[in-house]
């Protein structure tokens, strides 16, 4: 669908239910009863120019390359530690360099954090989120080395910088960096004030950023709003926008031999004593069976109970992105190679769903021989881990404890619980000047947004939203896939009369953002 094409507000029918049919399990009720869409195009388009710092950008075409492979070509593992202090002296670096006179290197009980502060004597400030770790490397199916930095020519989308953390997320920061670079060199400064605050572990659950945050907490509650630079487009083209993340809860889950449930107790033995001895194995699996029906919907009594209705702003926000989703089932499926949505769901249903509802998902099972050929073995321990995304007003805290309390009563008392991560849910209004400031710079680029009140994925923002109250989006042109997977890539010269933005265009919507916001915030409030 043309990012171009003229929109205005839908009226949908005047009461719309949606119900999630199941089977076996009570179908969560998800109540769209506004009829009013929210459209971006009602947003007028950032008339902003600034011809000199583009000209910049074009000049410094493959220099900006060259910082990008630069980061991807550091290792930063958090998983495991690879290269960690390294990107963040590299990072911290940067920001020196850049004109940052306030920085430093942040200790956390985990990794470390990197914290910046560029005075620019303006009003208003404006928060950066960086992460700067990456996930660990698929040992098969990358096509170049994860972190060589190698351009590679895609015949269907043009040239790409395919490397470990290429849009996820190192290549848009670093954009967003070289930008900021452009506008200190041709203007002498930027229209706000930054401050970057970034962390190493994000791809951990950002279990000690709130350690990062705490230690600037004075200054950060004067910032205006918080920004955390992303690629947002899709392989057609088409710029999306969401205004929130979910929350989230990592568990392990673990199984062993004990004297109450039996099973070898210090490691594996002969496979041939299944005939005398329990399974921790099975064990494990049918203790996860009570989690969920068959079909795969929650089973675990009052796991809802906490998640509040739709309000009326995301429901006008839900009604104008399925209503530019409208004909994109088979678009949609295709990208996760997929032939249907869970338990054959409609597209408004599962749309419903991911921004509304909450899940339960085994990320990995482990137990025993996994390997080539055959080894007969009875382990002696078996290991799940599991998420949960959460919803408003859910609450990690509660949710584990609503599934212990469901392998309790189920007489699986014995499987330890381990929570490796949590944290609530996050969210800013499509009225907050930040949100305006972004929706304008995306209508100057041509493009119209579909505007999500949330995704179905999770980060950190409630460190920003609730603890401090700042409104936080997350937004860029620039298409990018793969992450987490073996390949991943960032377009950086796309096939001509694509829409996808190549490098310099992602590096002057980001110069467009900063004076964007920076007018928007000396507008009065809505």
């Known amino acids: 669908m043309s990012s171009r094409r003229s929109h205005t507000v839908r009226l949908l029918p005047a009461v719309l239910v949606v119900v999630l049919a199941q089977a076996g399990a009570a179908p969560p009720k998800i109540a769209i009863t506004e009829t009013a869409a929210f459209d971006a195009a009602s947003v007028p388009a950032f008339t902003g120019a600034y011809a000199d710092v583009y000209a910049h950008l074009e000049k410094q075409r493959a220099a900006d390359l060259a910082q990008l492979q630069r ?19 590299l990072l ?44 660990p ?48 060199r041709v203007r002498g400064k930027p229209p706000v004030n930054l ?11 950002s279990p000690h950023y709130p350690e990062v945050v705490a230690k600037y907490e004075t200054q950060l509650r004067k910032a205006d709003g918080v920004f955390f630079p992303m690629n947002t487009q899709d392989r057609d083209g088409e710029a999306s926008m969401f205004l929130g993340v979910k929350g989230i809860l990592y568990l392990e889950l673990e199984a062993k031999g ?3 449930t039996g099973g070898p107790q210090k490691s594996e033995v002969h496979g041939s004593l299944a005939a005398k001895l329990d399974s921790p194995s099975w064990r494990l699996v049918q203790a996860l069976a009570t989690l969920t029906t068959p079909d795969g919907e929650i089973a675990v009594p009052g796991y809802r109970d906490a998640i509040r209705a ?101 007489g699986f008392d014995d499987i330890e619980i381990r929570k490796l991560s949590g944290y609530p849910p996050a969210q800013t209004s499509v009225e907050a000047p930040l949100t305006r400031a972004a929706i304008s710079t995306y209508r100057k680029h041509g493009f119209t947004p579909p505007v999500a009140p949330r995704i179905g994925g999770s980060a950190p923002y409630y460190v920003f939203t609730q603890t401090l109250g700042l409104p936080m989006i997350a937004g860029g042109l620039g298409h990018g896939s793969g ?3 073996p390949n991943e890539y960032m377009v950086i010269e796309p096939l001509k009369g694509s829409k996808i ?5 992602t590096e002057q919507f980001y110069v467009d953002l900063l004076y964007s916001l920076a007018e928007a915030l000396k507008q009065p409030k809505r």
């Open 71 to 89: 980061w991807v070509r550091q290792p930063s593992i958090s998983a495991q530690d690879k290269g960690i202090d390294a990107m963040a002296e």
């Open 92 to 135: 911290r670096g940067d920001l020196q360099a850049l004109g940052f006179r306030d920085t430093a290197l942040v200790p956390t009980s985990g990794h470390p954090g990197v914290y910046g502060y560029y005075d620019a004597g303006a009003e208003h400030t404006l928060v950066v989120y960086m992460m700067y770790d990456v996930q």
């Open 137 to 184: 490397i698929e040992p098969t199916g990358w096509k170049v080395d994860a972190f060589d930095g190698a351009l590679v020519d895609d015949p269907k989308l043009g040239k790409v910088l395919m490397a470990r953390g290429a849009t996820n997320q190192k290549g848009p920061q670093r954009a967003f960096l070289n930008a900021l670079d452009a506008v200190i």
């Open 195 to 205: 401050i970057v605050l970034a962390e190493g572990e994000e791809e951990l659950g």
């Open 258 to 260: 004990n004297a109450k």
């Open 310 to 410: 739709p309000n009326v702003e995301e429901q006008r926000l839900f009604n104008g992105l399925v209503a530019k989703r409208a004909g994109d089932t088979q678009k949609q499926l295709d990208a996760f190679a997929a032939a249907r949505w869970k338990n054959g769901r409609n597209d408004r249903d599962a749309s419903a769903a991911e921004l509304f509802d909450t899940t339960l998902n085994i990320d990995g099972l482990v137990a025993g021989y996994t390997g080539e050929g055959v080894k007969t073995i009875l382990p002696h321990r078996a290991v799940a881990k599991v998420d949960s995304r959460l919803v408003p007003d859910q609450t990690p805290d509660q949710a584990v404890a609503l599934i212990r309390k469901q392998l309790d009563a189920k």
């Open 483 to 485: 992450a987490h997977a």
């Open 501 to 505: 933005a190549g490098l310099v265009q």
